[in-house]
């Protein structure tokens, strides 16, 4: 863990809206394929959304496809997860990870750097 952190999380109702951040304080993400993982309680850790190192080419897991939007901002080196229509089962920690190399993956284990991650409660 560490290296990237995560803000942006919360508490909210079922249909609201978040926008997860992702930074790299100590080092830059500029070439790096990112992505974002879910942790819910009991559970093991999923694919939710990745991105190319220029913000290209996303990919979205199917529970979240049409309601989550990745970008990334490079001047930056940041990463965003737009999260629209929330839903109870939306609940988990969301951790940020980045590759070495510029190409997404939804593998797990093909990520090198990890967030602490951030909470997200959705209530119905």
């Known amino acids: 863990q560490g290296n990237l952190v995560e803000s942006g999380g919360g508490s909210v109702q079922a249909g609201d809206s978040l926008r997860l951040s992702c930074g790299a304080p100590?080092?830059?993400?500029?070439?790096?394929?990112m992505g974002w993982f879910r942790q819910a309680p009991g559970k093991e850790r999923e694919f939710v959304a990745a991105?190319?190192?220029?913000?290209?080419?996303?990919l979205y897991a199917d529970s979240v496809k049409d309601r989550f939007t990745i970008s990334r901002d490079i001047s930056k080196g940041l990463a965003y997860l737009q999260m629209n229509n929330l839903k109870p089962e939306d609940t988990a920690v969301y951790y940020c990870?980045?590759?070495?190399?510029?190409?997404?993956?939804?593998?797990?284990?093909?990520?090198?750097?990890w967030g602490q991650g951030t909470q997200v409660t959705v209530s119905s």
């Open positions: 990870a980045a590759r070495r190399v510029p190409i997404a993956s939804r593998s797990l284990d093909q990520y090198n750097y």
């Open positions: 100590r080092r830059t993400t500029s070439n790096n394929a």
């Open positions: 991105v190319n190192w220029n913000g290209g080419s996303p």
